[in-house]
């Protein structure tokens, strides 16, 4: 007999994690809230800075580079061509305060969707490792 309880595969195997942060609407939901935290956290706001004035360019690209992250479909290169995360972010002035701010701006994000709970703190460990290898200085 089959359980007719659907099998939850592990966050981080095929496109889970894609699924359960639901698909490229649900991460869009995501980083639409990410970047209005930017916009109104104050300790945000020298990261917020460093953006340009009109969003929407930065949100398709994290939104789509995002689903590729997760496991899903890779539309960041797809529309912009290959990136390498840490690499890019060296030109910017990213020290501990800047990356815990931008976690922080995933985090106000991320408690606003309806995710599981414990994909919302998977969500947040997986993206230290990226956020503290895009910092460029201590
Ligand atoms: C550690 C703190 C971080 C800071 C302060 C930061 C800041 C920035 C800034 C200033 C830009 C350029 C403006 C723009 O294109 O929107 C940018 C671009 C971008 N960031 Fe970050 N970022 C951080 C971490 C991350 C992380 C952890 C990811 C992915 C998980 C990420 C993904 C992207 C992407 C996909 C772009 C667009 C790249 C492109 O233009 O080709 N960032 N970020």
Redesign the pocket.
Known sequence: MYDSVEEKRPYGQGDASFQAAGGFDGIKALVDDFYAAMDTLPEAAH?RA???AD?S??AD??TR??CG?LGGPRL?SEK?GP?A?PK??QA?P?GPA??D???LCMKVAAAKQPFADDFKTYLLEQ?YV??ER??SRD
Do not use: N
Request: net charge positive.
């Open positions: 990261i460093m953006h340009p969003l360019t930065s690209k994290l580079f995002l992250w960041f912009y990136i995360i890019f972010h910017f990213i800047e990356r701010a931008w976690l993206l990226p956020a895009s910092r």
